[in-house]
């Protein structure tokens, strides 16, 4: 039973959805018919942000599931095309393959533009012989992503929904068969790079100048504050994923595939497949197991992220001056390091001045790291308010900050402003208890309770203490929504 009046949800006009760009950026599609829809998670915190927390677990299967229309959303899904460099190598052949844009909605709480769209929903146009299906480890592995992503300040699209939809699939990265699901993903914008570059192959210019206008208005209005609006707007995006990469660097995150189709115009993150959370500091861990020369390795990424700025800014060179927006390109290695010097601290309570020595001092936190390998997320525990002694001699660790550049860390921390909300940071339940981390290991035990006896209770039990985590992440300044993003003064 589908919701027949939605009081609360937001109403769109189709004028400002996706649908206003035309026909030429999106095929209609239908959604697969599954022999089972059970549902397995439903995310109810974000569902009242955007109006949808008073549908029942029938009407919720009834839309996630079946994909029955959202009142006053989307009248039918759509797939999204686009291209995209995969590994560096150029694909005219991408496009949603197994999910679509399912509704697009406003957040209730700042009234901006955001996407339900779907992983697992069956064949497109672009699927390529792919049976447009997802596996429900697939799924499982998606929520602890964004759960814990989101608990360490990273600006990350939320999973949504995950029902198991009763099907057999052979997979040869897993045991198979094994069982699939359907996901919807709560994101801020599922425009990528990727879509410019297939405008820009095409020689559309007239649809790219309709895009950057589209993205200026929806998503990035400080883009508007420069003389020309797609430098503009280029000049946002590029900051905003060096924010991006900086807050995956101080998670001790690594995505895995970080293709220009995979990176979106919002700074957001999304899109998890193979990925991983550093357990320690390692610059050549990768996620993927195909990612055999270390492309996109966790020291990587950023330069990965640069380099798909890059092909943007080619694409942007058709309709915009080149002395603007190769100014921009080149400013992205200060961009990404102002983020990490701000990230790096903030995780640790405490407020970057900006200066030459705090930036100094930011490289010797991440060199000591380097050198003596610690656990990842212990020492942002043990560090917790710049260095406290009680602190670091409760640490299992407490020898190793005694060692290499370890000291001048914790004096030049001692120096720093400390954040508004520490004290009550150090107040919460989780800063007096053991990190919380997400390593393989723990990953794969939460999957093998749920592929040998159906117990969820291992996954329910994990995404309990990531939110309580969380806690302690708010009350350090670093939680954003689904669609905050900073304002740019200087473009």
């Avoid at 950057?212 to 990035?220: D, G, I, L, S």
């Avoid at 402003?417 to 939460?446: D, K, Q, Y």
């Amino acid at each position: 039973m589908a919701l027949s009046s939605t009081p609360v949800l937001a109403q769109m006009n189709p004028e400002t959805t996706h649908l206003a760009l035309g026909s030429e950026f999106h095929d209609v599609v239908q959604p697969a018919s599954f022999p089972q829809a059970r549902l397995r998670f439903r995310n109810d915190a974000w569902a009242t942000r955007v109006g949808l927390n008073d549908a029942d677990d029938q009407q919720w299967v009834a839309h996630f599931a079946r994909f029955e229309p959202l009142p006053g959303s989307l009248p039918e899904p759509i797939a999204l095309r686009y291209h995209g460099h995969q590994f560096r190598v150029y694909n005219p052949d991408l496009g949603d393959g197994r999910g679509f844009l399912f509704a697009q909605l406003r957040d209730l709480e700042d009234g901006r533009l955001l996407d339900l769209g779907t992983k697992g929903s069956g064949t497109t146009p672009w699927s390529r012989g792919g049976d447009g299906r997802l596996t429900l480890k697939g799924g499982v592995r998606e929520i602890l992503a964004t759960e814990m992503l989101e608990a360490l300040g990273v600006y990350t699209s939320k999973t949504f929904s995950l029902v198991e939809t009763g099907e057999a699939l052979t997979r040869g990265d897993e045991p198979s068969p094994t069982r699939s699901a359907v996901l919807v993903r709560l994101s801020h914008s599922h425009i990528r790079i990727g879509t410019f570059q297939r405008l820009a192959v095409h020689r559309q210019l007239d649809e790219m100048r309709a895009l950057v206008e589209h993205c200026a208005t929806h998503f990035w209005p400080e883009a508007r504050e420069t003389d020309d609006l797609a430098a503009g707007l280029y000049a946002c995006i590029c900051d905003a994923t060096a924010r991006m990469g900086a807050e995956w660097y101080a998670a001790g995150f690594v995505h895995g595939v970080l293709n220009t189709d995979n990176t979106n115009i919002t700074g957001e993150s999304f899109d998890y497949g193979p990925w991983r959370f550093q357990d320690r500091y390692d610059p050549l861990h990768t996620a993927a197991y195909f990612d055999h020369n270390g492309l996109y390795a966790f020291a990587r990424q950023p330069e990965a992220l640069s380099w798909n700025l890059a092909r943007l800014g080619e694409c942007l060179l058709a309709i915009a001056p080149q002395d603007a927006i190769e100014p921009v390109y080149q400013d992205f290695p200060i961009r990404f390091q102002r983020h990490l010097e701000r990230q790096t601290f903030a995780r640790l309570g405490l407020i970057s001045p900006g200066t030459e020595t705090s930036n100094e001092l930011m490289h010797l936190f991440w060199t000591a790291m380097h050198e003596t390998t610690p656990p990842f997320q212990q020492v942002f525990h043990d560090l917790l308010g710049g260095g406290l002694p009680e602190r670091i001699e409760a640490s299992e660790i407490r020898d190793t900050y005694q060692t290499s550049y370890w000291p001048r860390v914790k004096e030049g921390l001692r120096g720093l402003e400390t954040a508004p909300g520490l004290g009550r940071a150090l107040a919460h339940p989780s800063a007096s208890e053991s990190p919380e981390t997400m390593v393989i290991e723990e990953v794969e035990a939460i999957w093998d309770a749920i592929a040998r006896d159906d117990d969820w209770s291992l996954l329910q039990k994990k995404i309990d203490r990531i939110r309580k985590f969380a806690g302690l992440g708010k009350e350090l300044g670093l939680l954003r929504g689904p669609n905050a993003r900073p304002h740019h003064a200087a473009l």
